[in-house]
């Protein structure tokens, strides 16, 4: 491990990485929980921990409504520093709060508030590239008077000439250690859920979403949550609910879900909407019409539920406010630990039904609970699996990952691809990505190849592999993965 403070600290660890062709595995706060964490993909790798020492706020400014970040900034640090300052700006946080802020963005995680897309809203960013040197993008391009920073980094995303920002994320082409983000002004909400009773109201919940998310009636991106994770968000083991082995049956779900406040239903959807008190109460009255074709559902505001129901801490995600409530869930195994499986798929109910009967027939042939929550936008939505397994347990762990990996493969001969995945999955998720002979992973080899001819930057990130290391068995398409997990590890070596 290496903790830089600064970044020349950074620049010089990049240059002796080149020296020795050690490979460097920058990480910022290492949580990524889910997706593999702090682990390098190649052993031998040195981690480069951005988070402990690079966690500078150098700037939030008011009138811009904007920051700039260091690696280490958490989601947490940044709300206490604007709270300390009294500015009304809420920051974006995703479901888990303790991450770093930056780090999020180029894995292009989603946040809760209008303001969501944590990638589409940075702004500027400054790169160590694989050979040392430094690179500003955006605005930032252009020098301020007298060595100042450009005024407009914060301001202007794209700037002049190829918008480069792209493909420094959910890559391994630069080490971004200062980026830019907005922030929105502080504004009056509402969160509030409405349940469905059948299991089979999903396509038509799908359908009703898509024009209110398209004509920007829903005021953030949404989540639809089977009624399951009504059980597995109240932070009890599924061990209070069911004893058995396998998928917790329909019936049990439906007998413990009969006690809870929002009761026996099949779907909750969790929704926010912004404005001032009438704007909003206009909004409710047009997403309630449009839900009420399904019969049965129900709307219920935060004062309708008990303080301890999981509504109450999406009030907190959805205004800004970071919290860690989304975990609880992890205690529904012992030793839990997860993986998530996301595919984008279309917001249509057809499409949608198609990858929903994928992963509900895997779940049930592999012996995992189905924890979905899909967060819906106007035009896809990332369907977010969490497999929870328990990691004390090689049977478990194995049959775990043969469950990414025949979800993967059925997901992508439907159509249907990841927007993200765990370090493990990396190659298999790249390889679906295939259209026109491998064309995507051939440009991207070709940047690679360029910015990086030592391949000393996270090799295999995103499937993204160096000359050095490609085609010599790195690659991970398929059993190796189950075989890796007895603790050998993964390479020409093992
Ligand atoms: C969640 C959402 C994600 C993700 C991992 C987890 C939510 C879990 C939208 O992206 O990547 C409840």
Redo the contacts with the bound molecule.
């Keep these: 491990m290496v903790y830089p403070g600064t970044v020349q600290e950074v620049q010089a660890t990049v240059r002796w990485a080149n020296k020795h062709l050690i490979p460097i595995y920058p990480i910022s706060m290492g949580r990524n929980v ?2 593999g964490g702090t682990a390098p993909r190649v052993p031998g790798s040195v981690v480069v921990d951005l988070g402990r020492r690079m966690n500078r706020i150098l700037d939030i400014d008011p009138e811009n409504a904007s920051c700039l970040l260091e690696p280490g900034v958490s989601y947490f640090a940044l709300y206490e520093e604007i709270q300390r300052r009294g500015i009304p700006l809420w920051i974006d946080t ?3 709060g303790g991450g770093s802020v930056l780090g999020n963005a180029i894995d292009r ?2 946040g809760y508030t209008p303001y969501g897309d944590h990638f589409a809203n940075h702004c500027g960013m400054e790169i160590v590239l694989p050979s040392g040197e430094l690179l500003r993008t955006g605005m930032g391009a252009l020098p301020g008077k007298d060595g100042a920073d450009n005024p407009t980094w914060q301001s202007f995303q794209p700037a002049y000439g190829p918008y480069t920002d792209g493909i420094f994320s959910q890559s391994n082409f630069g080490i971004v250690v200062r980026m830019g983000m907005w922030l929105m002004p502080e504004v009056g909400h509402q969160s509030y859920l409405i349940t469905f009773p059948r299991d089979d109201d999903f396509s038509d919940i799908v359908e009703i979403i898509r024009p209110l998310a398209q004509q920007r009636v829903l005021g953030n ?1 949404p ?1 639809l ?1 089977h009624v399951i ?1 009504e059980l597995a968000t109240t932070a009890r083991p599924r061990s209070d609910f069911y004893s058995g082995t396998g998928p917790m049956p329909r019936e049990v779900i439906r007998e413990h879900a009969a006690g809870l406040p929002v009761g026996d239903v099949a779907w909750v959807f969790y929704g926010t909407q912004y404005g001032d008190p009438g704007s909003i109460s206009k909004q409710l009255d047009m997403i309630k019409a449009a839900f009420s074709r399904i019969p049965g559902s129900r709307f219920f505001l935060p004062s309708d539920l008990p303080e301890s129901h999981y509504l109450h801490s999406r009030v907190s995600v959805c205004s800004g406010v970071p919290i860690l409530r ?1 975990l609880d ?1 992890l205690n529904w195994v012992p030793n839990a630990a997860h993986l ?1 499986f ?1 595919p984008i798929v279309p917001t249509r109910g057809w499409d949608a039904r198609i990858v929903h009967d994928i992963i509900v027939r895997l779940h049930a042939k592999y012996g995992f609970d189905l ?1 979905p ?1 899909l ?1 819906v936008a106007g035009r896809e939505m ?1 369907y ?1 699996v ?1 497999i929870v397994y328990d990691r004390s347990s090689v049977g478990e762990k194995r049959r775990a990952a043969a469950l990414m990996r025949e979800m993967i493969a059925e997901a992508a001969a439907e159509g249907f691809g990841e ?2 995945t765990h370090i493990l999955f990396a190659d298999m998720v790249a390889g679906t990505y295939n259209w026109g002979d491998n064309a995507l992973m051939r440009f991207n080899e070709t940047i690679k190849d360029a910015l990086d001819p030592n391949g000393i930057l996270a090799p295999g990130r995103n499937g993204i592999w160096p000359r050095r290391f490609r085609g010599k068995g790195w690659e991970i398409r398929g059993r190796e993965v189950e075989e890796a997990l007895d603790g050998k590890g993964i390479g020409p070596a093992s």
């Design positions: 889910g997706y995703p479901d888990v995680g989603v991106i989540q949550r994770q989304e869930w998530f996301n924890l929550t967060c990332h977010i969490n927007y993200r």
